[in-house]
């Protein structure tokens, strides 16, 4: 079953979780919001320079599950990722921002990243499904 990602995430509301892992397999996870879907195959994250970013640096796959507010069932994906590159031109970034307003507000002046995945493979949140 093919997935239309740009469609559900424009439609879907929760919480997404991106998981990384640093050179020593330590695993990270932290709250992100709906990535920007670029393509069929394509995701982004706004990044800050925290450890989700620095785990890419040596190791460039991540997981992203996202939970949607469902009751009375858990629904959702996890998205198997790899990174591709990463985009530091601050116009790009500031654009990116501005057409999903949920990644970073307005004032938020730290250092970002726009951080470019290919999606390997998509699973329903629970159980078997889905491959992209």
């Known amino acids: 079953m093919d997935m239309d990602l740009k469609a559900y995430f424009k439609e879907a509301r929760g919480v997404g979780i991106l998981a ?7 695993v ?3 709250i992100y ?11 982004a994250f706004v990044m800050r320079q925290r450890l989700s ?5 040596t190791n460039l796959r991540a997981a992203y599950m996202f939970i949607e507010q469902a009751e009375p069932q858990y629904k959702g994906l996890r998205l198997y990722l790899t990174m ?15 057409q999903q307003p ?7 002046d730290s ?6 995945f290919n999606v390997d493979r998509i699973r329903p ?5 889905y491959t992209a």
């Open 20 to 26: 990384t892992c640093d050179p020593s397999s330590m």
């Open 28 to 30: 990270d996870m932290a």
């Open 33 to 43: 919001v709906r990535p920007a879907v670029i393509d069929e195959k394509t995701i």
């Open 53 to 57: 970013h620095q785990n890419l640096r």
């Open 84 to 98: 591709l590159r990463e985009e530091t031109n601050t116009s790009v970034i500031e654009q990116m921002r501005r």
């Open 102 to 108: 949920w990644i970073y507000p307005d004032g938020d």
């Open 111 to 116: 250092e970002k990243f726009l951080v470019l």
């Open 125 to 129: 949140l629970v159980g078997e499904g």
